[in-house]
């Protein structure tokens, strides 16, 4: 069955050795639960064209802000898996109420353009000279992923990764209102559930995770194939 391969993808990138459980859980969405509920305080961003943004421009739409610099390494080999993760969104028609934001830092604006033109990152390219912001926003590491709900309030500050297993849903809960770390915890039981039962609970959350798990589960196991194919072709 297709649901214990996204079982094992769920926890793909961070649970190679450790046992899932209710424990797990809770540590591992500390990570991200921290001091939401608040505004993201504003920045100073340029587009590609030079044109002053702010997140403010995004009001209305759930914000998906990866924070990266041109020299982490780390930060240029996702943007692959959030070109794969946007598709899967718009295959559930959710790239309208979600936008991606990627924010870059630390360099020229030169060679920030260099690099958009060499990977061509999906979303909205903005620029930040002044990187004050990693205090207020709390960036301790690159790439930093920030979830931003329609009102502009913090849902999640190093929030699930593109190529966290976890991302997809916490993006779809994210539009309902439901912060990431809830999210994870939602997943997770009833993923629990299934596996015991074959069958999602009988109430309002099992019935939404079953129609978005219905929705998302053919692509998305299509692409964990595929980033299984690429990783074996990696190591030859």
Known sequence: MK??????????????????????????????????????????????????????????????????????????????????????????????????????????KREWKKMLTKHQPVGINLYAKDTSFYKTWKVEAFPCYLFIDREGKIMAINGPSVDDGSVDYALYAATKGIKPATAVRISFRQQQYYQRHQRFTDDPEGTDYKNWYDATVDKLFADWKERNEQLKQTKR
């Open 3 to 108: 649901i214990f391969y996204i079982v094992a993808l769920f926890f793909l990138s961070t649970t190679c050795t450790a046992q899932v459980d209710s424990a797990w859980i809770a540590e591992y969405v500390k990570g991200f639960s921290t001091d939401t509920g608040r505004y993201l305080p504003g920045i100073n961003l340029v587009d590609e064209s030079g044109n002053k943004k702010t997140l403010a421009d995004f009001k209305g739409k759930v914000l998906y802000i990866d924070v990266w610099t041109t020299w982490c390494g780390n930060c240029i080999i996702r943007f692959p898996y959030a070109k794969q993760l946007y598709a899967r969104l718009k295959a559930i028609h959710l790239d309208t109420a979600i936008q991606f934001i990627n924010i870059c830092s630390e360099d020229s």
